[in-house]
């Protein structure tokens, strides 16, 4: 059964700092990955997904994302922090039958300091 | 703009008493999915409609229950709802072929509903 691992459950980074925050999965085949953000009382935004080609990964607000294979990793970075990213971070991966499924890490808090 | 919406954003209940929980979406997605998550926990997914076909997930208790009336309304039905129902709900919305195959499309997330029980 797939499965996604968030090793992290706080992080806290000085403001201006780079991120970065792990993910590692289970999963047969090639995956389909996911990274999304939640902030409090808020529902859940997606920053950015993997579905095939490059294994760097784009996403909003200055956020990317390297998948490796040989690592089954998925690890969201960001070069410099920005105090409004103080939220909570999840990763994801796809289902592997015809649901659209995902199957959540346990999530990420980060902190930001001044 | 809002592209998934959910109503109420709080709602409050008592011990046993139902409550319906609203979400609508403005995507036209054929998928639409409701996850429970508690305080600091990952989202935990309940049941999803492909269409008009409804799936539960194995570990679903029986007090949840779904509606899906069309394409842009889907309930969530808590029938005698427990202290350790109280939760955050989210609703989100995907697109999935219709012919067959898996896609991987993005789930939209609405805002959520904070559940709480008295």
């Known amino acids: 059964a797939q499965s996604v691992t968030q090793p992290d459950i706080h992080i806290t980074v000085s403001e201006g700092a780079s991120l970065e925050l792990r993910c590692n999965y289970s999963y047969g085949a090639t995956p389909y990955l996911f990274w999304y953000v939640q902030s409090p009382g808020q529902g859940l935004q997606l920053l950015l997904k993997y579905f095939s080609g490059d294994t760097l990964v784009q996403g909003i607000k200055g956020f990317e994302a390297e998948f490796k294979r040989s690592q089954s990793s998925f690890n969201l970075r960001k070069p410099s922090v920005h105090w409004s990213d103080a939220a909570e971070y999840f990763c994801a991966v796809g289902d592997s039958g015809n649901t659209g499924k995902l199957i959540f890490g346990q999530g990420t808090t980060l902190q930001v300091k001044p | 703009d809002a592209m998934v919406i959910q109503n109420p954003r709080y709602q409050v209940t008592q011990f046993g008493k139902p409550v319906t929980l609203s979400c609508s979406q403005t995507l036209n997605h054929n998928v639409m999915y409701w996850y429970q998550q508690k305080s600091s926990q990952a989202p935990k997914l309940l049941f999803h409609?492909?269409?008009?076909?409804?799936?539960n997930e194995a570990d679903t208790p029986d007090n949840f229950q779904s509606r899906r009336p069309n394409t842009s309304f889907c309930f969530l039905d808590i029938r005698s709802p427990g202290l350790g129902d109280a939760a955050m709900y989210l609703c989100a919305t995907s697109s999935l072929p219709t012919s067959g195959g898996a896609l991987r499309d993005t789930q939209y997330f609405g805002p959520g509903t904070r559940l709480t029980v008295l």
């Open positions: 409609y492909y269409d008009k076909d409804f799936n």
